[in-house]
């Protein structure tokens, strides 16, 4: 599986953006997709995770109610939805897949095998 992010950018406070993480290769072995980010000289952050095939969401609390997590099957593609941005919303932002389910693998990163190469969102004014 490979899975590639893109969408990441500068954007306001205030502001949203979505990322996107495209799949491909051994579809099949995906059951849940799950979205991490990670600040320099900090440790890799769970945000949240979904299952593949729909249903199962789950979100850490520092952002949830800001940051939405949808699907896009046909595309093979997972999107996060992030609002209300903030400068400490500044990272690198990575997509993951897991052959589990999502409420198996939720807080990560531990089961997921597969990670893409993450995309950078900076927030600043």
């Known amino acids: 599986v490979q899975l590639v992010e893109s969408g990441g950018g500068l954007v306001q406070p205030g502001g949203s953006l979505r990322l996107s993480c495209r799949a491909s290769g051994d579809i099949f072995e995906i059951s849940s997709m799950g979205w991490f980010r990670q600040a320099p000289g900090k440790e890799r952050e769970f945000l949240g995770v979904?299952?593949?095939?729909?249903?199962?969401?789950y979100y850490a609390d520092s952002v949830k109610g800001r940051f939405t997590i949808s699907r896009d099957n046909a595309k093979n593609t997972v999107h996060l939805q992030m609002n209300s941005l903030k400068p400490e919303d500044t990272a690198e932002y990575f997509c993951?897949?897991?052959?589990?389910?999502?409420?198996?693998?939720?807080?990560?990163?531990?089961?997921?095998?597969?990670w893409g190469l993450g995309t950078q969102v900076t927030v600043s004014s």
């Open positions: 979904v299952n593949w095939s729909g249903g199962g969401a």
């Open positions: 993951a897949a897991s052959p589990l389910e999502s409420r198996i693998v939720v807080g990560g990163p531990v089961g997921y095998d597969y």
